[in-house]
């Protein structure tokens, strides 16, 4: 079992900038996919970014369309924790962002086994 525990959400002004932390615990992270989702009022849980590392000590990233170029995920094994840096934050951005872990690299929520329970981002006009 692994557990998340995301923090770093708040309130921020458009154009500001948040990262997000993904603290795990129970197993180290290093074998496991680092995902980040969010999910906005009234909408479906949406994919933003993953990162896997190699066994080469490579890491790997993919990013959704609406992250790229302003979102960058980041993670540290050792530390067994995972980011997500935000910048040029839009109104358009607030929703509940979550961490998810999995041993596979995917972009559907329902492929990922652990999450945690969000932590709120909202960006003011």
């Known amino acids: 079992q692994v557990q998340l525990v995301e923090s770093g959400g708040g309130l921020v002004q458009a154009g500001g900038s948040l990262r997000l932390s993904c603290a795990a615990s129970?197993?180290?992270?290093?074998?496991?996919?680092m995902a980040w989702f969010r999910q906005g009022p009234g909408k479906e849980r949406e994919f933003l970014a993953s990162?896997?590392?190699?066994?080469?000590?490579?890491?790997?990233?993919d990013y959704a369309g609406s992250a790229k170029g302003r979102f960058s995920i980041s993670r540290d094994n050792a530390k067994n924790m995972a980011w997500l840096q935000m910048n040029s934050l839009k109104p358009e951005d607030t929703a509940v962002y979550y961490c998810?872990?999995?041993?596979?690299?995917?972009?559907?929520?329902?492929?990922?086994?652990?999450w945690g329970q969000g932590t709120q981002v909202t960006v003011s006009s």
């Open positions: 990162i896997r590392w190699s066994a080469g000590r490579t890491y790997y990233t």
């Open positions: 129970g197993r180290t992270i290093s074998s496991y996919v």
């Open positions: 998810a872990a999995d041993l596979k690299s995917s972009g559907r929520p329902d492929s990922y086994a652990y």
